[in-house]
């Protein structure tokens, strides 16, 4: 318990984390605000989602709230406190899992409040621009937008783990870029089949499946798609683990 007091106090008093959450805040709520109101004056058709269009900020607030997962690992490289923090607590898992317990629970608190506020104000964008709009006590909808808070958090754990991995600041940031968003653009140039397994199975396509609340023909359920996501992230943390546990800082 004294561990994760000691990453929380070192958590907060961290100029850039409160910068970082500021940004991921601001990109996230503004980003699903545009792009509901844009995509409000197309909608009306079968399999309109109202939910998910005002729920598109995760797309950018993946990223920042990705960073901030980071910078929980990699800061104290990149200051030296590293060697420190390694002789207080000499026992490496412990103060890695302190490390996801104060992460992952600041990233849960910040990805429901970009999750509802993003919903709100999409919802009255959409409903402004008189569109088919959506509440929260429709089947799915509370669900896909604490769904969205929830995959945040998975990616700022997943940042963590990079973090961990990799022990760069700008060699975890662009992996965490790669990884969420320049492969499965890539990934829109293979052969169709490879393609559409892309689309259905690669882990941050999948998790986002958990932000719909109309079915996409031919892509998993929503928590299907989010084990996945999970799946993927205990895996980069596992590896995290091993890295920070047998490497010298």
């Not at 004056?41 to 309109?48: A, I, L």
């Not at 509440?135 to 669900?143: E, F, M, N, S, Y």
């Not at 968003?181 to 396509?205: D, N």
Request: charged share 10%; glycine share 12%.
């Amino acid at each position: 318990m004294n561990l994760v007091r000691s990453e929380w106090t070192k958590f907060r008093s961290l100029r850039s984390t409160w910068l970082t959450a500021a940004v991921t805040v601001v990109l996230g709520v503004g980003v699903g605000a545009l792009s509901a109101s844009a995509q409000a004056r197309e909608s009306g058709g079968e399999g309109w989602d109202p939910t998910a269009a005002s729920l598109t900020s995760i797309i950018v607030a993946q990223l920042a709230i990705g960073v901030l997962g980071v910078l929980v690992m990699t800061a104290e490289y990149a200051t030296g406190t590293i060697q420190p923090s390694v002789v207080a607590a000499p026992r490496r898992g412990r103060l890695l899992a302190a490390k996801a317990a104060v992460l992952t629970a600041a990233a849960l608190a910040l990805g429901q409040l970009i999750g509802f506020a993003s919903f709100l104000t999409g919802q009255a964008m959409i409903a402004g621009a008189g569109a088919p709009h959506a509440t929260l006590d429709q089947p799915g909808v509370l669900r896909a937008v604490i769904g969205s808070g929830l995959y945040l958090a998975a990616v700022g754990v997943l940042g963590l783990g990079l973090g961990a991995v990799l022990r760069s600041t700008a060699g975890a940031i662009g992996t965490l870029v790669s990884v969420t968003l320049v492969i499965r653009l890539v990934a829109q140039t293979l052969p169709e089949s490879w393609r559409e397994w892309m689309g259905r199975y690669w882990p941050t396509a999948a998790g986002e499946n958990i932000v719909s609340v109309v079915p996409v023909p031919g892509t998993l359920g929503p928590w299907q798609g989010f084990a996945i996501l999970c799946g993927f992230v205990a895996v980069v943390v596992a590896a995290g683990y091993a890295t920070f546990r047998t490497r010298d800082t």
